[in-house]
């Protein structure tokens, strides 16, 4: 498959807001991908590099080191897809002494072999712009287009397998046969479970009626794995830290079990039992080493114990095998409470410093990867996970400082994130600082005023609601927005969406459902 015909499928993309329209053209170049001598080699490359991921990961190629290297782009079309990803695979094989010039030559011989248009793909793909997180999405719709496949069948398999590039080889190469055999494997990370946001925690009790209500620790998401004496830790993003986390190692080594997959959160903890900064918590996830902050782990479910998988089984099912594998290190909380019972534990949560409550569906599977209404999040403030776009320099005590920040909503149909508004509230003179040292190195372009960034980085913002505005394209602003934090655990596929920046609109100003 020339690599041409990824470039164009691009273009075709990025030309157009129609969620189906793209969902046919991926569909049509995954059928085509399947038809090549290389078959599932080459699906595997169109539906990595078309939500704008390599199969390799990140290169650690910088835009200053592609624009340097000015290589004359080629009169005609010769790559191919395949050749594409084996220069990358050498790429990303390239290290140690003299690393830096090899991995010249070979860009400059990857990019010599382009056309203008590929050239153009392959600096966007290699820098992150082709970054769009929302596009997943549309990516598994059309896989299923494609594989002639249920797209929940898909979707549950993506779940399973965390690899949309296998995912994708799986059903288009090997149909329904191949999905149904992707399953729960032990020490393979699947996707986690989402919550959406409730109105208020009787709103939330209303809708839905037999429900657990348990603590929303301000602390990091984990799913531990076990398989004998095999402790495999992961993040939210599916990143493994076991090594960065012995004692959790240790603590579920001495479970009363075989098997094990359980999910929960981690924090680090004061002295007095109350959880640190969040920041702190982080800061173990990116050590390669054990450190002597020391993290706590509550659990608050369980899709797996001695051989048994329970992703399928309702909530109140799998919370009976977490008591009976990891009692002592449950989340505090209580199910099928009386109002006043869940109020009170709601006020508890927030008096030992965490974020308010979850109020879970006792009758709910584990929908992995999903943001459905069985888990709901109950806040005492509203807020939102947004991309940073862009900051601009700063005045007065901030001078030669990047602060204030644009910020962006996820696309659902897979187009750039969509900019609601700007803050410069809540950054202290640490953040000043880190912004200042980090923005320069996701640049994708600067003026006298801004820095402008690829889609990377999530913030957390705090706000007092939204409101109707001309000003951005989303036809909305945040008001009064602060920054909280940075949320290094999240990617930009996991911010929120601009839909649900609008549903944040007072009803009188939500837009009409006609």
Not at 74 to 93: K, M
Not at 147 to 165: D, H, K
Not at 387 to 404: C, D, I, K, P, Q
Request: charged share 25%.
């Amino acid at each position: 498959m020339l690599f041409a015909e990824l470039v164009q499928v691009s273009a075709a993309m990025a030309a157009t807001r129609s969620r189906l329209a793209k969902v046919e053209a991926l569909a049509g170049l995954l059928r085509a991908a399947a038809a090549e001598p290389e078959g599932a080699a080459a699906v595997r490359v169109v539906a990595a590099y078309l939500v704008g991921v390599p199969l390799q990961g990140r290169l650690g190629t910088g835009w200053r080191t592609l624009i340097r290297l000015d290589v004359p782009p080629a009169e005609a079309p010769s790559l191919t897809a395949a050749g594409v990803d084996a220069a990358l695979q050498s790429l990303a094989g390239t290290s140690g002494s003299g690393s830096r010039g090899r991995r010249a030559e070979l860009l400059g011989a990857l990019l010599g072999a382009a056309t203008a248009e590929e050239q153009g793909f392959l600096l966007r793909l290699l820098t992150g712009e082709l970054r769009q997180g929302a596009l997943e999405g549309v990516m598994l719709d059309a896989v299923a287009r494609a594989a002639q496949a249920p797209g929940e069948q898909v979707r549950r398999a993506f779940m399973l397998s965390g690899s949309l590039p296998d995912t994708a080889a799986a059903a288009v190469c090997g149909g329904a046969q191949a999905l149904a055999a992707v399953g729960l494997r032990v020490g393979r990370p699947i996707r986690p479970m989402l919550a959406s946001s409730a109105e208020s925690l009787p709103a939330a009790l209303a809708e839905l009626g037999q429900a657990s209500v348990e603590y929303k620790l301000d602390g990091a998401r984990i799913q531990v794995h076990r398989d004998g004496d095999q402790v495999s830790v992961f993040t939210r993003t599916l990143r493994d830290i076991t090594a960065s986390v012995p004692e959790l190692v240790d603590l579920t080594r001495s479970l009363p079990c075989e098997t094990v997959v359980l999910d929960g959160e981690t924090l680090a903890l004061t002295d007095e039992g109350r959880p640190r900064p969040f920041q702190e918590t982080m800061s173990r996830f990116g050590a390669a080493s054990e450190r002597d902050l020391l993290l706590h782990p509550y659990f608050f479910d369980c899709l797996h114990l001695d051989g048994v998988d329970l992703l399928d089984a309702p909530l109140a099912q799998r919370h009976s095998a977490l008591r009976r594998v990891a009692g002592p290190y449950i989340i505090p909380g209580v199910h099928r409470p009386a109002a006043d019972e869940a109020l009170d534990l709601l006020a508890a949560s927030l008096s030992a410093g965490h974020e308010g409550v979850m109020v879970k569906a006792l009758d709910a599977p584990y929908a992995a990867g999903r943001r459905g209404r069985s888990w709901q999040k109950v806040k005492p403030s509203h807020t939102l996970d947004l991309v940073v776009l862009a900051a601009e320099w700063g005045h007065g005590r901030r001078t030669g400082y990047l602060s204030n920040l644009h910020l962006g909503a996820r696309d659902p149909d897979g187009g750039a994130p969509v900019m609601v508004g700007k803050t410069f509230k809540g950054l202290t003179d640490e953040l000043l600082a880190w912004q200042t040292a980090r923005f320069p190195k996701l640049a994708v372009r600067r003026t006298d005023a801004a820095m402008y960034l690829r889609p990377e980085l999530v913030v957390e913002i705090e706000l007092d609601g939204v409101q109707v505005s001309p000003r951005y394209p989303g036809g909305v602003a945040l008001r009064f927005a602060r920054v909280l934090r940075y949320r290094p655990d999240k990617g930009p596929e996991e911010a929120d969406t601009i839909d649900a920046v609008r549903a944040l609109l007072p009803q009188r100003d939500a837009p009409s459902a006609e």
